[in-house]
């Protein structure tokens, strides 16, 4: 597409139609353009995720984006997250030290998925008890509706409501960590967010909060098991270590494709024209393998400079929690590597079992052999 086809429309059978947008320079254009919409209500058709649970800054322009962003970002800034960091270290730990000195182990289900919600649920302030095995299936069939039980949503739905009004009769339990809770009183002291935008949030959090970092994790550990020379560099030099992070994110993008974008006024572009009400699509995974931009963009290189990958967006919606991912995702991989002796996949590549999603891109397995 990148080649031949850098604009590509997709006629869908309701009559929408969904541009394709694949090369580097277009995709971080349009991901800061005035006139692409997040608002699914301009588009009937879009059905966006679980009813009840879309209200939130992904969902929004200024000026209401503007609102919801100033009010959850307060708790993402980096003074606070570099204060999670042994937090962080610890609660990574703990799914590290269970694991085998050899044999088979799922490096998803065992670690980077406790690891990555139990740091969600801290910053939110669920409570220890609420972050349970039943709680993860409910936030994963968000992402594989397929595998879904009749009426999951409407329990995760329920869920997100009775965990609300805990915060509202139990104030802030996890001191200043307790986002939901400091959510929960700006609404109710009449400055803040609206019930369903609260609802909607704290979904949000919960499920992009932990899911993108658990891609990171198990995409980042595919890349260094599939190239050891590599992982043989970045356990010699832990300074490699941030540049590291940003070549694993560059290569192999949690986010695939950019969440939701509908044009409202024309847009030219190469030889399309985008109209207004039409979807763009912005291939995140395809602009990061530009060689355009990316010399050698296959080649995965954990020393590359400059290395101004979109793995997170940019503009207005550029992703809020990016602090975090990168400090979860250094402390994962160093101590993955670390831990681990001989590490090596347990089955080829290409074999490895992804989630079938349009947007994300993750393992739903990640077997891996130690010892």
């Not at 019930?195 to 891609?215: F, W, Y």
């Amino acid at each position: 597409m990148r080649e031949h086809s850098p604009l590509l429309a997709e006629r869908k059978s309701s009559g929408l139609t969904i541009w394709h947008v694949s090369r580097y320079a277009d995709v971080r254009r349009l991901l800061a353009d005035a006139r692409l919409s997040k608002n699914p209500q301009l588009v009937p058709t879009y059905i966006p995720g679980p009813a009840g649970l879309n209200e939130h800054l992904v969902h929004a322009d200024p000026p209401e984006h503007t609102r919801l962003r100033g009010l959850v970002g307060n708790a993402f800034i980096a003074r606070r997250m570099a204060a999670l960091e042994p937090i962080i270290r610890d609660t990574a730990t703990r799914p590290a030290d269970a694991l085998p000195g050899m044999g088979t182990v799922d490096l998803i289900e065992d670690f980077a998925l406790p690891l990555t919600f139990t740091m969600i649920c801290t910053i939110l302030g669920v409570p220890v008890e609420l972050n349970t095995p039943h709680t993860r299936r409910l936030l994963a069939a968000t992402v594989r509706p397929d595998r879904a039980a009749p009426g999951t949503d409407r329990e995760l739905y329920d869920y997100l409501v009775a965990l609300i009004d805990r915060k509202r009769r139990t104030g802030r339990e996890h001191g200043e960590h307790d986002l939901l809770a400091a959510l929960v009183h700006a609404r109710d002291n009449g400055e803040g967010l609206t019930e369903p935008e609260l609802i909607g949030t704290a979904c949000l959090l919960l499920l992009v909060g932990h899911d993108t970092t658990v891609s990171l994790i198990g995409n980042g550990m595919v890349a260094l098991l599939s190239h050891p020379e590599q992982a043989a560099a970045l356990r010699a030099d832990p300074a490699l270590m941030p540049s590291a992070v940003e070549e694993l994110l560059r290569y192999d993008s949690p986010v695939r494709d950019a969440t939701f974008r509908v044009a409202t006024e024309p847009i030219a572009l190469h030889d399309g024209l985008i109209g207004p009400g039409q979807i763009v699509s912005l291939l995140i995974g395809s602009a990061n393998r530009d060689a355009e931009r990316f010399p050698e963009p296959d080649r995965l290189d954990l020393r590359r400079t400059p290395n101004e990958h979109l793995a997170f967006g940019r503009g207005a919606h550029f992703c809020i929690g990016a602090v975090l991912a990168r400090m979860e995702g250094a402390i994962a991989f160093s101590i993955l590597l670390d831990r681990l002796r001989d590490p090596r996949l347990a089955m080829p590549a290409r074999e490895l079992p992804w989630r079938p999603s349009r947007v994300m891109r993750g393992l739903d397995r990640l077997p891996v052999l130690i010892g």
